[in-house]
């Protein structure tokens, strides 16, 4: 089943790659049936750059898109045929970062930013990443100017409340039916990030806060089974969404997953790789794996 996030008159290119027309603020298919109350989610692979951000960025396309998690989303498209939700976003994290605090607002790139909506800038905020990005890979910047807080809110408005509603619906829908929900947060990481030695992939639970034990040690184990280097928390533990949503007291748990994407793309060309049948189909054996733990769980 097929959800869209509200858009008028909107549709894909032909390749149904790049969005023809502004996209809704997701795209949500669901297994036809539900027995597990696994999400899966990917907030950083969308590739839809609106003109209002690229006739004020100084950079052009291609370089906006270093910031991609690009293929995520293709990486899982099995999932809704394996018995999880997959929440995908066509809007691209450098236009609004859906894994930040609505609250992380940038002062150096936003005027007219409200006193009350003044903080002490977290780290992410002050390397640039906040939930209005003002810099893409290392540290370059995209902007020519500022922005408006006007413009930053209408971002907000449009793509991040509507995204996180989602979630939360999918979440409280979940525990409702089953008794519990997973929420998979879906990422990759350049290979020059992924750690030392080089890691496949890294696993966040943020040190074991949010989700229960078992997801993490079924991940770890079935990946480790296809000879892939894993990693647990280092140097990746869990974002503003693991954080928000992992609350396993709560009975909802959330697990972050980086993939290296050297596993499965050419990071400076933007393409993927002979491997990335090979790495998706691994990927889908994982949400396959997670998808008959959770049942078993919400069988009990």
Do not use: C, H, W, Y
């Given at each position: 089943m097929r959800e869209w996030g509200t858009a008028t008159g909107y549709q894909r290119d032909e390749a149904g790659d790049v969005p023809a027309s502004r996209p809704p603020a997701y795209r949500l298919l669901r297994p036809i049936s539900d027995k597990a109350g696994v999400i899966v989610c990917c907030p950083h692979s969308g590739r839809f750059y609106p003109e209002d951000l690229l006739g004020a960025s100084k950079l052009d396309r291609l370089a906006l898109r270093r910031s991609e998690d690009a293929f995520v989303d293709e990486l899982f498209a099995a999932s809704p045929g394996l018995g999880a939700s997959l929440l995908m976003t066509d809007f691209a994290r450098a236009y609004v970062d859906l894994n930040r605090g609505p609250e992380e607002l940038d002062p150096e790139l936003i005027d007219g930013l409200p006193q009350s909506d003044r903080r002490v800038p977290s780290p992410r905020v002050l390397a640039g990443l906040g939930v209005i990005p003002r810099t893409v890979g290392d540290g370059v910047e995209i902007y020519a100017g500022r922005l408006s807080f006007e413009a930053a809110q209408a971002r907000l408005s449009e793509v991040y409340a509507p995204w996180h509603r989602a979630i939360?619906?999918?979440?409280?829908?979940?525990?409702?039916?089953l008794g519990h929900a997973v929420v998979l947060d879906c990422h990759s990481?350049?290979?020059?990030?992924?750690?030392?030695?080089?890691?496949?992939?890294?696993?966040?639970?943020?040190?074991?806060?949010s989700c229960a034990p078992v997801y993490m040690a079924e991940a770890f184990s079935y990946l480790r089974s296809k000879g892939l280097r894993v990693a647990r928390n280092n140097p990746y533990a869990g974002g503003y969404a693991t954080e928000r949503y992992g609350k396993p007291a709560l009975n909802q748990h959330s697990l972050q997953i980086e993939i290296n994407r050297s596993l499965y793309m050419v990071e400076g060309a933007m393409s993927k790789r002979a491997a990335f049948a090979q790495v998706s189909e691994v990927l889908a054996g994982l949400v396959m794996r997670l998808v008959a733990v959770a049942e078993a769980k919400a069988a009990r």
């Open positions: 939360e619906g999918l979440i409280d829908g979940a525990k409702q039916a990481m350049p290979a020059s990030a992924s750690g030392s030695p080089d890691n496949d992939i890294v696993l966040g639970d943020r040190f074991g806060a």
